[in-house]
């Protein structure tokens, strides 16, 4: 079996022979792979008429459980946007009536972003399709290896993680 970065591994070790181009043929792959995923993302969040920045926010409110509420400094921490971005997203996703401010009854000054129920309903729409759109990627792959590839790439993540 093979694919595109094996014809760019051989013509790079012609070349540089000197090279080892392991990481290149791990790394090529999986950059071609996340280009891939982005398009299905996009294609799977389209059908509940979200961006994938917009699935991120949405996502982060959802999995912080009943009542769907965080902090704008907790969604900065799980989106990993800057504050004025992120300012950006929850306005318009407040002004699609996905999200909604309120004031944090523990801090007088602060707001708490919550989810609505059309954010709600959106968020999990987008989340069905997008595990359906991320099955199809590992269709090729028992569930052993599919273990395996995450326990891989979790060591390589785990240096990145705070």
Known sequence: ????????????????????????EIFSRLSRL????D????????????????????AALRRAG???????????????VTSGTMTNRVDRLASRGLVERLPDPADRRGVLVRLTPDGKATVDSAFEALLAAEREFLDGLSDDQQNQLTDLLRRLLVPFSS
Request: no cysteine; net charge negative; glycine share 6%.
């Open 34 to 37: 996340s280009r891939h995923l």
């Open 66 to 80: 009943d009542p769907y509420e965080l902090s704008p400094g907790r969604l900065l921490r799980e989106t990993l």
């Open 39 to 58: 398009l299905a993302r996009r294609d799977a969040f389209s059908g509940s008429g979200i961006e994938s920045w917009e699935f991120d926010v949405l």
């Open 1 to 24: 079996m093979r694919d595109e970065v094996d014809d760019l591994s051989e013509a790079w070790a012609h070349e540089r022979p000197d090279l080892d181009l392991g990481p290149v």
